[in-house]
């Protein structure tokens, strides 16, 4: 069996040495790149070829690749990097891996083209002069076989070990057992909707109720599917935290399951997390003068690599032991370690954002994946921000303020026109169909400017205005690709001082176009969650294949469980608002008394849950009640919830949508019930009603896909609070009349008995 492995990939793990050093930043975007390769391209004559596909064989290792160019008239391939400032600060070590790839794609066209000889040459394009600098060495195609044997030799030890842990998982996964006596109620169906859309290749909505153990039911036939899919890796995203715990807990449990008596061989797990969460030196620059992790990374990076390894499960805590065993940076570790593994477990972002690590290594290495992703309910609003862009304009004045002489003018410019596109504004806010190319100008000659400053000296930018480059680079970014997928608002704010300063947004509203690519990229992707429905908005909003498949597993709850009351004498509307208190405080009261026990209360806003408890507090001060406030730490938080003990007595107030309105997990006695003052609507304000009429535009059904739908998602997560397993009995009171209406009615679970 052949072990097949991109150029790229072995070159990395056996030419690179030295420190990390990252001060040779910032490098040009992907479509900087991309036009950079076109221009030097564009300059060379008939006899050349771009990308060039090669492939070789060393033993069993098989390496491919794509050499950028070759021109036969000169008999020179070609290896085209672009970058930005001074060549000469390049570190020695990127120079080195540059000539360890291009020496590949030499003897790979050397040995498929019968070459007794080549020129090899590194070509460094900067984007802001658009000069090249070549560099350029003769090569025998017995020195670059050497080479190639030599880097191969090196990897290949690896490779054996790869593909006989490929071969033992894959062996042990055709007969894995799922590890528990037998599927819950609700759990087969939905397993095996999972292993279909795997063996089939098509996505999967699952709309699935809560406690019939989703997470195992998702990653246990995605793992059986695997071998016979050749699936090499799984992504399992969740947007919280206890999503990726639960996640891997649920490999552990699958892990220690056994086939025919015999325990199956490790699976490789890795928990990705974010860089200020791995950051061990938060105070020091990522290069080895400054960072004691960074020096002398690519030296010690094999050994941490290979204990990384045999460690399987590497979470975020076992990461941390293993690279600081190993003094490199745990952060940058578990990026070298995303080749190595069988699962990994992350944030959406790690996926679906415009830089994402594991789509972008995915498309490199041609690996064939399978995406699961939880929760996937809050998909839409993550997609909108990952696909937004944001400037302040007092933000901006600041970073102006103390910037380095040399980028005044141009930051003067990038004010002027920014005054420009407010000046005629009459209102506060107000939506535009495009942006003006003036200020879009001046804001990329502020990019290039300071790009530049970047690269000659890196410590001379200010916090601000370093926040201000990375923020217009995203905003220009968008602009770029600007349609109906997005808005563009101005938020005009006058100051005390008198002057007007405003916020400019790209405001995505359809991410679909977007991610569109990351789901065809994908062999599979299962999407899941207790609210998906209805499934069309999602499939509309997230832009999901036309043949995506869509099942809502039957709840294993009846209705004898959980009471469900709707209140509609009571109207939580804005203008209704204060004559609501009284019989909202009433109707907690009353079910309190009738079935004393922990209840929690959900309402729209901090405002009207603050109104609602302090009249509750001064007619009921017997009943114990504890409430959430803005901006509640993580120890405030499990304050709160560590409130709601087996038999405890008490209401908790909280905001619809927030911390506790979803994904905690409180059953039996720990909760008997949750009172909803709210449909839980988005505010009606400039944003959502330009948002409303795009949405009408685009698919009929603003006020749906604006206000209904987002809104009864938030109800239906809350409510789900109550009843967690078979045993649990509760109640459950929908206080607005709305909730009588016909068209709400049928977006809440069949499986409740409306009172």
């Not at 006989?164 to 397993?191: E, I």
Request: hydrophobic residues 40%; aromatic residues 10%.
């Amino acid at each position: 069996m052949s072990y097949v492995v991109a150029v790229r990939t072995l070159c990395e793990f056996t030419a690179k040495a030295g420190d990390l050093d990252l001060r040779f930043t910032p490098a040009p975007t992907a479509q900087q790149g991309i036009a950079g390769h076109g221009t030097v391209v564009s300059r060379r004559g008939k006899y050349y070829e771009s990308e060039v596909s090669l492939n070789g064989l060393y033993k069993q290792l098989r390496v491919r690749g794509r050499a950028d160019g070759y021109d036969s008239g000169f008999n020179r391939v070609e290896e085209i990097k672009t970058f930005r400032g001074d060549l000469n600060k390049m570190p020695q070590n990127h120079r080195h891996l540059h000539w360890a790839q291009v020496k590949i794609y030499a003897w790979l066209l050397c040995q498929s083209r019968g070459l007794k000889e080549i020129n090899v040459a590194l070509v460094y394009f900067d984007i802001g002069s658009q000069k090249e600098t070549m560099l350029n060495e003769k090569y025998s195609a017995d020195v670059l076989e050497a080479h190639f044997d030599h880097l191969c030799e090196c990897f290949i030890a690896w490779a054996d070990r790869e593909s006989q842990h490929r071969l033992s998982r894959d062996k042990a996964l055709t007969n894995l057992s799922f590890p528990h006596v037998d599927f819950r109620p609700g759990q087969r169906h939905l397993a095996e909707s999972v292993y279909k859309s795997a063996v089939s290749g098509r996505h999967l909505m699952a709309q699935a109720p809560t406690g019939i153990g989703k997470t195992v039911a998702t990653i246990f036939p995605l793992l059986k599917a695997s071998p016979g899919q050749k699936i090499d890796k799984i992504f399992f995203l969740a947007a919280k935290t206890p999503g990726r715990r639960l996640a891997l807990d649920s490999i552990n449990l699958i892990s220690k399951s056994k086939t025919e008596g015999v325990p199956i061989p490790a699976i490789r797990v890795l928990e990705l997390v974010a860089r200020d969460k791995a950051c061990e030196h938060p105070d020091k620059a990522c290069h080895g003068e400054s960072c004691p992790l960074a020096k002398g990374f690519y030296d010690r990076v094999a050994n941490a690599r290979q204990a990384a390894v045999d460690a399987v499960t590497l979470d975020q805590q076992t990461l941390r032991k293993v690279a600081l065993e190993h003094q490199v940076c745990p952060y940058y570790l578990s990026q070298e370690l995303v080749r190595w593994s069988d699962i990994v477990v992350g944030d959406y972002n790690y996926y679906f954002d415009v830089s994402a690590m594991l789509y972008g290594l995915t498309v490199e290495n041609e690996w064939r994946v399978s995406v699961l992703v939880d929760e996937a309910h809050n998909m839409v609003e993550r997609g909108r921000k990952m696909y937004s862009a944001e400037l302040d304009q007092t933000s901006f004045s600041f970073a102006r303020k103390f910037a380095p002489k040399s980028l005044k003018t141009v930051l003067d410019r990038v004010n002027r026109q920014w005054n420009e596109l407010h000046r005629n504004q009459d209102s506060q806010y107000q939506v535009y169909h495009s942006i003006a190319e003036k200020f879009l100008f001046s804001l990329q000659q502020a990019g290039t400017e300071i790009t530049d400053l970047m690269a000659e000296e890196p410590t001379s930018l200010n916090e601000d205005l370093q926040r201000f480059y990375f923020d217009a680079m995203q905003f220009s970014k968008l602009a770029e690709v600007f349609g109906e997928h997005s808005m563009f608002d101005i938020t005009k704010d006058v100051k005390v001082s008198g002057r007007t300063h405003s916020v400019l947004c790209i405001r995505n509203i359809v991410p679909a176009p977007f991610l569109k690519q990351r789901f065809e990229t994908a062999h599979s992707v299962t999407l899941f969650s207790a609210t998906l429905g209805p499934h069309h908005f999602y499939s509309d909003m997230l832009g999901l294949p036309d043949d995506t498949a869509w099942v809502d597993v039957d709840s294993p709850f009846h209705s004898q469980q959980l009471s469900v009351r709707i209140a509609r004498k009571i109207s939580t509307r804005f203008q209704h608002r204060a004559s609501s208190l009284s019989p909202i405080a009433n109707l907690i009261a009353e079910q309190y008394a009738d079935k004393p026990g922990n209840y929690m209360a959900f309402f729209s806003s901090f405002d009207y849950l603050t109104q609602v408890s302090a009249l509750f507090q001064e007619r009921y001060s017997d009943i114990p009640v504890w409430l959430q406030s803005r901006g509640m730490a993580e120890g405030e938080k499990n304050i709160f919830l560590e409130r709601f003990v087996e038999a405890g007595k008490g209401i908790g107030f909280a905001v619809l949508g927030g911390a506790f309105a979803e994904g905690i997990d409180l059953p039996g006695d720990r909760l008997i019930g949750a009172f909803v003052a709210t449909l839980g609507l988005p505010q009606v304000n400039a944003i959502n009603e330009e948002m409303k009429e795009r949405m009408d535009i685009l698919f009929g059904k603003g006020y749906d896909y604006t206000y209904l739908y987002p809104g009864l998602q938030k109800v239906v997560q809350a409510a789900g609070r109550v009843i967690r397993t078979q045993e649990d009995k509760g109640y459950v009171h929908l206080i607005d009349d709305r909730f009588g209406r016909s068209n709400v009615m049928e977006l809440l679970p069949a499986w409740w008995k409306i009172n």
